[in-house]
C-alpha cells in the first residue's frame, strides 16, 4: 500500500467511525448475533491472491457491526464503563502508524519520556504522594499479578535468585475480601501460592472488607506456621462498588509486614474529584496501587497505571540483562521492559497523552462528576418505588437493585431478576449486568459510557419496571 492509498482509505475509515458513533443512538446496545453467526460469513481458507482493502468496507457494516456489543452506547450500562474518547482513536491511530517498539529508552526514546510524563500527570491528578512511580501495563490484572510476585519476593528474600517458592521455609498467605475481583485470585495462583493459601474474608452489610477478620486470619495464619504474604484492598469492588477500609488494612498490614495492593482498576478514575479520595482514604501506605484510565476515564482499551512505592525491588523482581537489550544509556533512563511481564511494550502513552489534553483535569471531573449524581438520583428513586430494593451503597456510578416478589422464595426471586435482567437486554434498548452477591441475584446499573444523560437514565429506570412486569405475568 502506497500512502497515497493509505491516505484515501485512511479518510474513509476516519469517516466510517465518526458515522458510527453518529448512529450508535440508534443501534441496539447488545448485540444479538448467535454463536457462529459471524464465522459463517467469513471464508473457511485464508486468501491466496492478494485483495483490495476497499473490498472489506462494506463488510465492516455486514459481518462485523452486527457482532459489536456497543460499549459507548449513551444505554450502555453494563459491566463497568470501558469508553473511549475519540480523541484516543486518534493516539492509536499515531501509535499504530509509527509502528515504536518501547521496550527500553534507546528503541524509541519518546515513548518511554512520555510515559514517563504521563504517570507523572496521573499521579497528581490523583493526589498519590511523590514516593509513588508509575508504568503502564495492559491490565489490572497484569498488574495486579505483577504486585502478588513482589509481594512473593518481598517476604522470601528474593527467592527467585536462589531456589524459589521450593526454598520458602514457610507456606506464604495471601488475603483479600470475598467481593474481590477474580484476578486477584488468578494472579495468587499464578504467583504459585495455591488456592489454599488464599483467604478470601467476610465483608460487613455494606460489602466492604472487615478488618477484624483480616486481623483474626493473620493471626490465625501465624499461630499456624504459615507466613503472611499479601493483602489486596479494592475500592470499588466489581459487584457494588464497595469501599474497603484501605486505612484500617494498612494497619493491619503494616504489623504483620505484609505487602498492601490496592485495586483501584475502576474507581481510581474518580480520585481527580478532592471529595472523592475519601473513599482510599490511607492509599498513601500501599506498597502498590492500580487503576485503569481504559475503564471510566475514557483512555482506549488497553491501558493500566500501576504505581509503585519501592521501584528497586520491582526491578529486582522483574529485570533481565542480557547482552542484546544493554545500551549506553540505561544508567540514564528508565527500561520499562523491567517494570513489568512484556518485553515487547507499545505506545500507549499517546493516548493517555492525547485525552488529558483534549478534557484537561476540569473535563475529567465533570465526567465523574456528572456520572454519580446520575446515580445517586437513580438510587433515591429505587429507595422510593414500592415493589423494589437497593442492594448496596451506592458511593460511585453503579446502583444495584432487585424486584421483589411477595411471597416468593429466595430461588423464585433470583430467577425473576435473572430473567428480569435478560428481558431488558434482549430489548435491545439497553444492557444491564446481573451478578450474585452473598448468594442473591441482583441487578447491576452501571452508569458511565461517553453521552449518558438523565433522559438514558430515565429511559433504563422505566425498562426495568416494563419488564419487571411483563416477566411477572
Known amino acids: 500500500m502506497t500512502p497515497d492509498e493509505f491516505r484515501e482509505l485512511g479518510h474513509a475509515l476516519v469517516e466510517w467511525v465518526a458515522r458510527y ?10 448485540s444479538a448475533v448467535r454463536p457462529g453467526d459471524i464465522r459463517a460469513q467469513l471464508p473457511a481458507t485464508p486468501p491466496e491472491a492478494p485483495g483490495a482493502l476497499q473490498a472489506l468496507l462494506p463488510l465492516l457494516d455486514s459481518v462485523v457491526l452486527p457482532g459489536i456489543t456497543h460499549w459507548n ?13 475519540l480523541a484516543s482513536v486518534l493516539a492509536d491511530l499515531v501509535c499504530a502508524g509509527l509502528g515504536a517498539q518501547g521496550m527500553s529508552w534507546q528503541t524509541s526514546p519518546a515513548a518511554t519520556e512520555v510515559e514517563e510524563v504521563m504517570l507523572e500527570w496521573l499521579r497528581q491528578l490523583l ?32 527467592a527467585l535468585c536462589r531456589g524459589g517458592l521450593q526454598q520458602a521455609h514457610a507456606p506464604l498467605v495471601v488475603y483479600t475480601s470475598e467481593m474481590a475481583h477474580s484476578s486477584v485470585e488468578k494472579a495468587a495462583l499464578l504467583a504459585g501460592f495455591g488456592r489454599d493459601y488464599v483467604r478470601f474474608l467476610p465483608t460487613d452489610a455494606a460489602h466492604a472488607l472487615q478488618v477484624e477478620a483480616l486481623a483474626s486470619a493473620v493471626q490465625a495464619d501465624v499461630a499456624a506456621g504459615l507466613q503472611p504474604c499479601a493483602v489486596v484492598a479494592t475500592t470499588g469492588t466489581t459487584s457494588t462498588t464497595a469501599m ?8 493491619v498490614a503494616r504489623r504483620h509486614a505484609l505487602w498492601l495492593h490496592v485495586d483501584a482498576a475502576m474507581a481510581g478514575t474518580a480520585m481527580v474529584c478532592p471529595e472523592l479520595r475519601w473513599m482510599w482514604a490511607g492509599v498513601e501506605a500501599a506498597d502498590s496501587v492500580v487503576f485503569n484510565p481504559h475503564k471510566w476515564m475514557g483512555v482506549g482499551f488497553d491501558c493500566t497505571a500501576y504505581f509503585v512505592r519501592d521501584v528497586g525491588h520491582l526491578l529486582s523482581v522483574m529485570s533481565t540483562h542480557p547482552s542484546y537489550l544493554r545500551t549506553k544509556a540505561d544508567a540514564e533512563v528508565k527500561n520499562f521492559r523491567d517494570w513489568g511481564i512484556p518485553l515487547g511494550r507499545r505506545f500507549r502513552a499517546l493516548k493517555v497523552w492525547f485525552v488529558l489534553h483534549s478534557l484537561g483535569a476540569d473535563g475529567l471531573r ?39 416478589l411477595p411471597g416468593a422464595s429466595a430461588a423464585e426471586e433470583d430467577a425473576h431478576n435473572l430473567a428480569l435482567a435478560e428481558a431488558v437486554n434482549a430489548t435491545g434498548e ?39 412486569a411483563d416477566v411477572g405475568r
Do not use: N
Not at 452506547?73 to 463497568?80: E, I, K, S, T
Not at 514516593?131 to 522470601?156: H, I, N, P, W, Y
Not at 474497603?244 to 494497619?251: I, L
Not at 428513586?381 to 442492594?391: K, N, S, T
Open 73 to 85: 452506547h449513551p444505554r450502555f450500562f453494563a459491566y463497568f464503563p470501558s469508553k473511549t474518547h
Open 430 to 468: 439497553a444492557y444491564v449486568t446481573p451478578a450474585v452477591v452473598k448468594g442473591r441475584r441482583l441487578i447491576r446499573i452501571s452508569i458511565g459510557a461517553l453521552d449518558t444523560a438523565q433522559p438514558d437514565v430515565d429511559a433504563v429506570w422505566a425498562l426495568l419496571q416494563r419488564c419487571a
Open 244 to 251: 474497603d477500609p484501605v486505612a484500617a488494612v494498612a494497619e
Open 127 to 158: 493526589g498519590l504522594p511523590l514516593a509513588f512511580s508509575g508504568v503502564l501495563q495492559d491490565t489490572a490484572s497484569t498488574a495486579t499479578l505483577v504486585a502478588l510476585l513482589c509481594a512473593r519476593e518481598k517476604s522470601t528474600g528474593l
Open 366 to 404: 465533570a465526567a465523574v462528576r456528572r456520572d454519580v449524581a446520575l446515580a445517586q438520583g437513580l438510587a433515591a428513586r429505587v429507595d422510593a418505588a414500592p415493589g423494589w430494593e437497593r442492594c448496596a451503597p451506592v458511593p460511585l456510578q453503579t446502583v444495584c437493585v432487585r424486584h421483589l
Open 21 to 30: 458513533r453518529e448512529d450508535l443512538p440508534g443501534l441496539p446496545v447488545m
